[in-house]
């Protein structure tokens, strides 16, 4: 049971490149979220799914896409990196029954 | 819009002392969940302790303690008999009602020193 997986752990881009982060877990919950954590501001909600096909906008959507096309991932795509985006990124997973969300390792992304 | 607050940027504490760590939130919702989440040096999140609104008693888990006090808006972790393992940050949740979405605080960088 690898529970929730991110890749990759690190990368740079340069400033307009596109990529996609990936979040994948193996224990069939509905919910999964991504989080950005910048420096002295927490984790904050990027965007959410609560099933496949579903997804809605967190608290800092704009220049993120996901898409929900399986249970099990959820991945993030930049269209058009920014220094801004610079930020390490969780994705995480849960269940409505559930208390705890459980998180990935996280990527830490750097757009020069 | 629910909040969470965490003022206290830094604690130190010494190994085997208790320590408490602040959390206040601000939400219109009656049903809410508080989490407490510990990030090592390592990065990764790790699930402490949780507590429903409606939950009766403070929530416990082995060294760890939610002082809940629902009038004030407080969620307060307690640690009790410090490791040094403990120095981490920690960063106290909401959950919005229906949805498993988190609204974090800023964290509290905590410092175990022998």
């Known amino acids: 049971n690898a529970g929730v997986t991110q890749t990759p752990k690190f990368q740079v881009l340069k400033t307009g490149q596109s990529m996609t982060l990936q979040c994948a877990q193996d224990?069939?919950?509905?919910?999964m979220s991504w989080y950005r954590q910048d420096p002295g501001m927490g984790l904050r909600l990027i965007h959410y799914?609560?099933?496949?096909?579903?997804?809605d906008q967190g608290e800092v959507p704009n220049g993120y896409n996901v898409s929900r096309s399986t249970t099990e991932d959820f991945p993030l795509r930049l269209l058009s990196a920014a220094p801004s985006q610079t930020s390490v990124y969780f994705c995480?997973?849960?269940?409505?029954?559930?208390?705890?969300?459980?998180f990935g390792p996280g990527t830490r992304l750097t757009v020069l | 819009a629910q909040k969470i607050t965490q003022t206290q940027p830094g604690m130190f504490v010494q190994e085997k002392e208790a320590v408490t760590l602040d959390c206040t939130y601000d939400?219109?919702?009656?049903?809410?969940?508080l989490f407490w989440y510990k990030q090592p040096s390592s990065g990764e999140m790790i699930f402490l302790i949780y507590?429903?609104?409606?939950?009766?008693q403070n929530a416990t888990e082995g060294r760890y303690s939610l002082n809940f006090q629902k009038a004030r808006k407080s969620a307060n972790l307690v640690i009790s008999a410090s490791q040094l393992g403990d120095s981490a940050m920690y960063f106290c949740?909401?959950?919005?009602?229906?949805?498993?979405?988190?609204?974090f605080g800023t964290g509290t960088r905590l410092l175990v020193s022998p």
């Open positions: 995480a997973s849960t269940r409505q029954a559930y208390n705890e969300q459980f």
């Open positions: 949740a909401m959950r919005s009602p229906g949805f498993q979405k988190l609204v």
């Open positions: 224990m069939n919950h509905e919910y």
């Open positions: 507590q429903g609104s409606y939950d009766q």
């Open positions: 939400t219109s919702d009656p049903s809410y969940g």
């Open positions: 799914s609560v099933g496949a096909g579903i997804t």
